[in-house]
């Protein structure tokens, strides 16, 4: 009777992982070489989608300095110059600056209202306990779910019998009722994670609980102060449909209202070059508030994921 000789196996190089069969197990160069891969593929999906995200901003700026010959003629095209004066008939003559300095002065007054009341009733939400804590916390959270397309009529009324109609310091009070539930479900978790120790070590020198918050607590919250300012930012410099409802003056639009108006305008005289300089103008200082806080916005972001 006959027996096949079976060959000893390979014994694997000293210090490589050996598999149940006394085969050795795949080395380092291959999971370098299947990571190598994933990287590739990761960083092309990356390029892909900067490049989505980059090339209509980059054609809405270069097609601002066009004149509106170039812009139906050769769309994809460098400008043969920069026609500035698409820029200044878009300030001036399309009341650019009106709308833009009505947005900066309701921005500006509901983001600062936003962020002192959001961050005092965070902090009292996330640092004291009493009765009711959780239902107004969770309060706050129906109001993020709350479509704001069911309030505009009888937010319209509720303003207009107050007075505020058609009034800038009227869209800044809606503007922060508008942010708070976000702003104070965002700055509760914050304030969570931030260590008790150091408001405890005040208390203990004399502090008052006014103190203690805008001294102490208030600094050690400033990148979620940001990240939160950052988004409130972005959603009330971009708000349409509170101010078409809540603010008919055309003396005191803000930029939306400016542009919508400015596009249907020039739906009829053809003046494209100062519709796109305005969309730019608009789009500027979104663009910018986010580029300069952009690392602020991270860290606020990861802050409580570190803890």
């Known amino acids: 009777m006959k027996t096949t000789e079976t060959s000893a196996p390979v014994p694997a ?3 490589a992982p050996v598999t149940k069969a006394g085969l ?11 990571g190598t891969v994933l990287n590739v593929f990761s960083h092309g999906i990356l390029v892909v989608w900067a490049i989505m995200v980059a090339m209509p901003l980059v054609w809405a700026v270069m097609t ?13 095209s460098l400008p043969d110059r920069l026609h500035f004066e698409n820029w200044s008939r878009a300030w001036t003559q399309a009341h650019m600056s009106d709308y833009f300095l009505n947005t900066v002065l309701v921005v500006g007054g509901s983001l600062i209202g936003t962020l002192v009341l959001g961050s005092m009733a965070a902090y009292v939400l996330a640092r ?15 109001g993020m779910s709350f479509p704001i397309m069911l309030a505009l009529v009888p937010l319209f009324y509720v303003v207009n019998n107050m007075g505020l109609l058609n009034t800038i310091h009227g869209l800044i009070l809606v503007y922060i009722a508008y942010s708070l539930p976000f702003t104070v479900f965002f700055l509760t978790a914050f304030f969570r994670s ?40 972005l959603g009330q410099w971009n708000q349409y449909m509170l101010p078409t409802v809540l603010n008919t003056d055309e003396d005191k639009h803000v930029l939306t209202q400016g542009l919508v108006q400015l596009a249907v305008s020039q739906g009829y005289k053809g003046d494209w070059s100062g519709l796109f300089a305005g969309l730019v103008m608009a789009m500027l200082p979104v663009l910018a508030a986010y580029i300069v806080f952009q690392r602020q916005v991270v860290q606020g972001l990861t802050a409580g994921a570190l803890k």
Not at 24 to 34: F, H, L, Q, T, V
Not at 64 to 76: L, R, V
Not at 128 to 142: C, D, S, T
């Open 128 to 142: 004291f306990e009493f009765p009711g804590n959780r239902f107004i916390y969770y309060l706050f959270i129906g």
């Open 24 to 34: 050795p197990a795949p080395g380092p160069a291959r999971e370098k070489r299947e």
């Open 194 to 233: 931030l260590p008790t120790s150091v408001a405890e070590a005040a208390f203990v020198d004399g502090a008052s609980h006014s103190r203690t918050f805008f001294q102490i607590m208030l600094p050690m919250a400033k990148p979620g102060l940001i990240s939160v300012g950052i988004f409130n930012f």
């Open 13 to 15: 190089e000293s210090g």
């Open 64 to 76: 601002s300095f066009k004149d509106d010959a170039s812009i139906f003629g050769s769309p994809w």
